[in-house]
């Protein structure tokens, strides 16, 4: 009797405000309703359904249909994603998002990411790879055939596995990359470019922003200096000197595209990425005139690079593809060495590129340097015997193994400068820490969120301490540490970008006194634009260098 009277009270109560609603304009009326509408739904999918399906992870609301955390993303994604894991409890379970209708699962636990990584069965990065590749331009010809299963018995590089080129291309990678002989060719390429460019009168005739100062000082703006040596200094390296000569403003274009690549990565529209568009496009014609060129006529180059454009002719593809493919690997060595077209174009496109990942860790280390007089000067006396015999370069071997101090800022400023993400598509319904992730969504691994995370790296997590990996020598073998990704996707290229930012910054410190020019505020990272690596800096940091007295 009750239930029935509660019922009829409502029943008369809606009545009443719905005749009083007839009284009301139009456009109140429909504002109304979709007010009305927008908080059903929105009880519905944030409350009733975790509800029935406890198993999922819980998703982090937002207000828009469709939309989901489209622009708090693109805004400023670390904080987007901090702010959904603390809104979670910040127990660090796996929970999710929704960019433009599509569900994605964020994982930020050490074990969580270690149980992705091992699975390779139903999370699928091939799906992920071939969407960016057809979105670079790649023809679906070319997309078709470097997927297609290779005999084991082909000619050129061994494939006794019978992989695919997309595949195999990454263990190419490995062979150019890993510590050994075609390693030491292609540092020894970098550090005949640092010899050649380090130094004063070089500085002001091949850089029109080197400014003369007192005395024999020069000052620059440390980041756009260190994008144009790291991208001239990957470009002759990897690709001789023809590419230069083809177009001599190619790394500029480069550097126009690098700063517009997350809209590739993250496949927007020809009509809504149209100035990445055009610089990527520019890079294609060069190098289409660069593979038109016989491989008798270049010179120079990487091991790497015939030995793929061998592999790639092989399946016929045109100059065209190519050259697409290419531009991943341009886009690779630009970042900071990574591993093989298509699987570099994700994989290796990510963390470890030689334009841009070494240039922003070549900057943000000098930065966190210049900072602290005495770590400068004790990194000055630490490299100072690398140079055996006086060499013009210093001895990789020595840098990597004696200069504790110097691997130690590297291994601080990757962690607090790292904001790249792995991400993968979830083809079968599947568990990961006690989860249930849906097939058809997908996932991702912010590692930014993994290398701040308190419970490892300490309460400190937000300052820069160059002896943190020093004390604890555990911290790199911990799964919390993922600066180069992890398991399939792990970046051959990290190796070759260590090697080449230390060789750089202790060839400038033998030959320059360097600091920074007057008084500045340190530069704050741009964290809103997801990037392949390393992330960029919302400003400039002057720095005076001066040639040191013999």
């Given at each position: 009797?009750?239930?029935?009277?509660?019922?009829?009270?409502?029943?008369?109560?809606?009545?009443?405000?719905?005749?009083?609603?007839?009284?009301?304009?139009?456009?109140?009326?429909?504002?109304?309703?979709?007010?009305?509408?927008?908080?059903?739904?929105?009880?519905?999918?944030?409350?009733?359904?975790?509800?029935?399906?406890?198993?999922?992870?819980?998703?982090?609301?937002?207000?828009?249909?469709?939309?989901?955390?489209?622009?708090?993303?693109?805004?400023?994604?670390?904080?987007?994603?901090?702010?959904?894991?603390?809104?979670?409890?910040?127990?660090?379970?796996?929970?999710?998002?929704?960019?433009?209708?599509?569900?994605?699962?964020?994982?930020?636990?050490?074990?969580?990411?270690?149980?992705?990584?091992?699975?390779?069965?139903?999370?699928?990065?091939?799906?992920?790879?071939?969407?960016?590749?057809?979105?670079?331009?790649?023809?679906?010809?070319?997309?078709?055939?470097?997927?297609?299963?290779?005999?084991?018995?082909?000619?050129?590089?061994?494939?006794?596995?019978?992989?695919?080129?997309?595949?195999?291309?990454?263990?190419?990678?490995?062979?150019?990359?890993?510590?050994?002989?075609?390693?030491?060719?292609?540092?020894?390429?970098?550090?005949?470019?640092?010899?050649?460019?380090?130094?004063?009168?070089?500085?002001?005739?091949?850089?029109?922003?080197?400014?003369?100062?007192?005395?024999?000082?020069?000052?620059?703006?440390?980041?756009?200096?260190?994008?144009?040596?790291?991208?001239?200094?990957?470009?002759?390296?990897?690709?001789?000197?023809?590419?230069?000569?083809?177009?001599?403003?190619?790394?500029?274009?480069?550097?126009?595209?690098?700063?517009l690549s997350y809209q590739l990565l993250f496949?927007?529209?020809?009509?809504?990425?149209?100035?990445?568009?055009?610089?990527?496009?520019?890079?294609?014609?060069?190098?289409?005139?660069?593979?038109?060129?016989?491989?008798?006529?270049?010179?120079?180059?990487?091991?790497?690079?015939?030995?793929?454009?061998?592999?790639?002719?092989?399946?016929?593809?045109?100059?065209?593809?190519?050259?697409?493919?290419?531009?991943?690997?341009?886009?690779?060595?630009?970042?900071?060495?990574?591993?093989?077209?298509?699987?570099?174009?994700?994989?290796?496109?990510?963390?470890?590129?030689?334009?841009?990942?070494?240039?922003?860790?070549?900057?943000?280390?000098?930065?966190?340097?210049?900072?602290?007089?005495?770590?400068?000067?004790?990194?000055?006396?630490?490299?100072?015997?690398?140079?055996?015999?006086?060499?013009?370069?210093?001895?990789?071997?020595?840098?990597?193994?004696?200069?504790?101090?110097?691997?130690?800022?590297?291994?601080?400023?990757?962690?607090?400068?790292?904001?790249?993400?792995?991400?993968?598509?979830?083809?079968?319904?599947?568990?990961?820490?006690?989860?249930?992730?849906?097939?058809?969504?997908?996932?991702?691994?912010?590692?930014?969120?993994?290398?701040?995370?308190?419970?490892?790296?300490?309460?400190?997590?937000?300052?820069?301490?160059?002896?943190?990996?020093?004390?604890?020598?555990?911290?790199?073998?911990?799964?919390?540490?993922?600066?180069?990704?992890?398991?399939?996707?792990?970046?051959?290229?990290?190796?070759?970008?260590?090697?080449?930012?230390?060789?750089?910054?202790?060839?400038?410190f033998k030959r320059f006194d360097v600091q920074?020019?007057?008084?500045?505020?340190?530069?704050?990272?741009?964290?809103?634009?997801?990037?392949?690596?390393?992330?960029?800096?919302?400003?400039?940091?002057?720095?005076?260098?001066?040639?040191?007295?013999?």
């Amino acid at each position: 009797m009750a239930t029935k009277s509660l019922a009829r009270l409502i029943e008369d109560h809606c009545d009443y405000h719905l005749i009083a609603l007839t009284g009301l304009p139009l456009l109140v009326r429909v504002g109304l309703g979709l007010g009305l509408s927008l908080l059903v739904w929105r009880c519905i999918r944030f409350t009733v359904l975790p509800i029935l399906y406890p198993d999922d992870p819980q998703e982090y609301p937002y207000w828009i249909p469709g939309l989901g955390h489209l622009f708090s993303f693109f805004r400023n994604s670390n904080k987007l994603l901090a702010r959904g894991r603390l809104y979670c409890g910040n127990t660090r379970e796996p929970f999710a998002i929704s960019l433009a209708g599509k569900r994605i699962y964020v994982l930020t636990k050490a074990s969580d990411v270690a149980e992705a990584y091992c699975n390779i069965e139903t999370l699928s990065f091939n799906i992920f790879v071939q969407e960016m590749l057809k979105t670079a331009g790649g023809t679906s010809a070319c997309v078709e055939a470097m997927y297609k299963p290779l005999l084991a018995d082909k000619a050129g590089f061994p494939n006794p596995h019978s992989k695919p080129l997309a595949t195999l291309a990454r263990d190419m990678h490995l062979q150019q990359l890993y510590p050994g002989e075609h390693l030491d060719l292609l540092g020894q390429a970098f550090d005949r470019f640092f010899d050649h460019d380090l130094h004063g009168d070089t500085i002001l005739h091949n850089y029109a922003y080197a400014l003369a100062g007192e005395g024999a000082s020069i000052v620059v703006p440390l980041m756009a200096w260190c994008s144009d040596v790291f991208c001239r200094a990957g470009q002759d390296a990897y690709f001789g000197p023809l590419l230069g000569q083809i177009d001599p403003e190619m790394t500029e274009k480069f550097l126009e595209f690098d700063e517009l690549s997350y809209q590739l990565l993250f496949q927007y529209p020809r009509w809504l990425s149209l100035k990445m568009q055009k610089a990527k496009d520019a890079l294609v014609e060069d190098l289409m005139v660069y593979f038109d060129t016989p491989q008798e006529r270049r010179h120079g180059d990487a091991w790497f690079v015939k030995a793929m454009e061998d592999e790639m002719r092989a399946l016929q593809l045109s100059n065209y593809d190519i050259s697409v493919l290419m531009v991943t690997i341009y886009w690779g060595y630009a970042s900071c060495l990574p591993h093989g077209p298509i699987t570099m174009l994700t994989k290796s496109l990510r963390r470890t590129r030689i334009n841009t990942n070494t240039r922003k860790s070549a900057f943000w280390m000098l930065a966190y340097i210049l900072q602290d007089a005495e770590l400068y000067r004790t990194l000055v006396a630490e490299i100072q015997p690398a140079f055996i015999n006086d060499q013009k370069a210093p001895h990789a071997e020595y840098l990597l193994k004696e200069c504790t101090i110097l691997n130690g800022v590297w291994d601080e400023t990757v962690r607090m400068s790292a904001f790249s993400a792995s991400v993968r598509h979830v083809t079968k319904d599947t568990i990961i820490g006690g989860k249930l992730l849906r097939k058809g969504s997908r996932l991702m691994i912010p590692y930014r969120q993994m290398h701040f995370d308190e419970s490892t790296f300490g309460a400190d997590v937000q300052a820069f301490r160059f002896d943190r990996f020093l004390k604890d020598k555990t911290l790199k073998r911990g799964n919390s540490w993922r600066p180069f990704g992890g398991g399939t996707t792990q970046c051959p290229g990290r190796f070759a970008a260590k090697q080449v930012v230390l060789s750089f910054i202790a060839t400038l410190f033998k030959r320059f006194d360097v600091q920074i020019d007057g008084q500045q505020p340190f530069p704050e990272g741009q964290l809103g634009n997801p990037v392949l690596g390393i992330m960029a800096s919302k400003s400039e940091l002057r720095v005076r260098i001066s040639p040191r007295k013999a």
